[in-house]
């Protein structure tokens, strides 16, 4: 658990894709010293879409949307500004609603980046679309 000092120097991150515990990314929380703190879903209101099977880009959408697999990270503010600049280009930072109604900082993939790409909202998460076996 983290101490009120550290909970007033921190933001909730939920994540969707590379950056997850044991992917291509995580790394990047963890040099700003970023912890877990859960696993969870999102409220079912975004879309999934693999970015050439590199990495997701989550969309919030008005329709047709589904709860999508994310973790939840403590992120130092000061950290914020270093993670997005190491982040696939299109990617960006923005607010996502959890299934139990908390409402915290997510990585989204702005629209232009979607485009010709396939839609993978099906799987429910990264994880899943990356462990299938077609």
């Known amino acids: 658990m983290l101490s009120a000092t550290a909970m007033e120097n921190t933001v909730y991150l939920a994540v969707n894709g590379t950056l997850m515990r044991g992917l291509e990314l995580n790394q990047n929380l ?9 696993e969870t879903s999102t409220e079912a209101a975004y879309q999934l879409w693999s970015i050439g099977d590199r990495h ?7 329709q047709k949307g589904v709860s999508v697999a994310v973790e939840v990270w403590a992120v130092p503010v000061s950290g914020i500004s270093t993670l997005l600049i190491s982040e696939p280009p299109g990617l960006c ?37 990356i462990e299938r076996s077609d």
């Open 56 to 62: 997701p880009a989550m969309l919030k959408v008005s």
């Open 93 to 129: 930072i923005g607010k996502v609603k959890l299934s139990d109604g908390e409402e915290v900082l997510g990585v989204l993939g702005e629209p232009f980046l979607c485009e010709g790409q396939r839609e993978i909202t099906s799987w429910g998460g990264w994880r899943a679309y």
């Open 30 to 38: 963890q040099s700003i010293g970023a912890t877990f703190v859960r």
